[in-house]
């Protein structure tokens, strides 16, 4: 009888074993999910975790939307100036991580933005331009003041006041996502929520990631450079994708929070790379508004600052904490000290 167990036991041991010698395989999804076509890949021995990925990522999607009126973010919305709403722990985790957002960058990032986005309608190729009028208005409605949060609860002090987490939601999702795969045990993983990378630990292989950033002059082209990473987020925002234009004019889906005046600046893109994936996307978003100069003195007054590359019409700028980053480039790229 001793003999059999011991067997049996043995028998255990081997498979889980080969199991673990195993060579992980591939498993990768597309679907749709906040406003964009998203795609993980995981690599691993089963595709559980990657089943399990995608339903957190829904959820997170179900709950910060600007656009379903029953997520969270609606609700909180929908009840400005009224009553105080206790939403989920994970709202309330990024509602508190924009807010930090809003501090790092000056109020440049401002979750209170969406009564100013909502008017321009980026999106919508109507050929109107907000009044000054109803844009003064929603500005003083984007006053971050008009914000509280507490331990359990989020309030809007101002009916008509909008929460827009639409500039950091992303990048939130990534980190929830990365660190879900990670604590499955999955030790390799790619993030791509439209464009919004974030990766989890090397390659398969054991390389550095190859992530490639777009050059906003021929999006569909060549990267304008690649970086090499691990573990981390590599977002970017551009002028490239989301805008309309008027009588000639371009006008991009980044706002001036202080005037509620769509933005262009020197930038045509910006690429932040950290672990922290809220605080790339909010940072891309925020530097997009700043331009470089202003950009690269919030990052002086960070005790930790990310990485950063810059993209503008004369060339590319990368913070120099990314010499050994970038490994390819079609453009010659200046570095600049960040602290």
């Known amino acids: 009888m001793k003999r ?21 395989e591939e498993f990768t999804r597309s679907t749709m999910a906040m406003n964009t076509i998203i795609r993980i890949t995981v690599y691993g021995h089963d595709d559980s975790p990657l089943n399990d990925a995608l339903t957190l990522l829904d959820d997170i999607d179900r709950l ?7 997520s969270d973010i609606s609700l909180i919305n929908s009840s400005a100036g009224t009553v105080p709403i206790s939403p989920s722990t994970e709202t309330l985790e990024a509602v508190a991580d924009s807010m930090r957002l809003h501090e790092i960058t000056g109020g440049v ?11 321009w309608k980026i999106n919508n190729a109507d050929g109107k331009i907000p009044s000054q009028e109803s844009l003064d208005h929603a500005v003083r409605l984007a006053d971050i003041r008009n914000i509280d949060i507490s331990s ?10 909008v929460l827009d987490l639409g500039g950091m939601a ?10 879900f795969l990670k604590d499955k045990g999955v030790k390799s993983a790619l993030i791509d929520l439209g464009g919004n990378v974030h990766v989890v630990g090397a390659k398969s292989d054991g390389s550095s990631w190859r992530i490639g950033v777009r050059n906003p002059l021929q999006p569909t082209g060549s990267p304008a450079l690649v970086a090499d990473v691990k573990d981390c987020a590599v977002i970017t925002s551009g002028n490239y994708e989301r805008y309309k234009t008027i009588d000639g004019k371009k006008y991009s889906h980044f706002f001036d929070p202080l005037t509620g005046q769509s933005v262009n600046s020197d930038l045509l893109s910006v690429t932040v790379i950290s672990a922290d994936g809220s605080l790339a996307d909010g940072l891309a978003t925020a530097f997009m508004i700043t331009g470089v100069d202003k950009a690269l003195e919030i990052l002086r007054n960070m005790a930790e600052p990310p990485g950063v590359i810059f993209i503008t019409q004369e060339g590319i700028i990368a913070t120099s904490n990314l010499r050994t980053v970038i490994t390819q480039s079609l453009i010659p790229v200046t570095f600049a000290e960040a602290r």
């Open 170 to 179: 992303k990048g939130y999702a990534s980190t929830k996502i990365a660190k």
């Open 4 to 24: 059999k167990i011991l067997v049996s036991l043995l028998l255990v041991v081997a498979g889980l074993l080969s199991l673990y010698l195993r060579e992980p």
């Open 152 to 161: 359990d609860r989020i309030f809007l002090r101002e009916k008509g006041c």
């Open 109 to 119: 990032f401002n979750p209170l933005i969406g009564a100013v986005t909502r008017l």
């Open 64 to 70: 910060l939307s600007m656009y379903n009126p029953s």
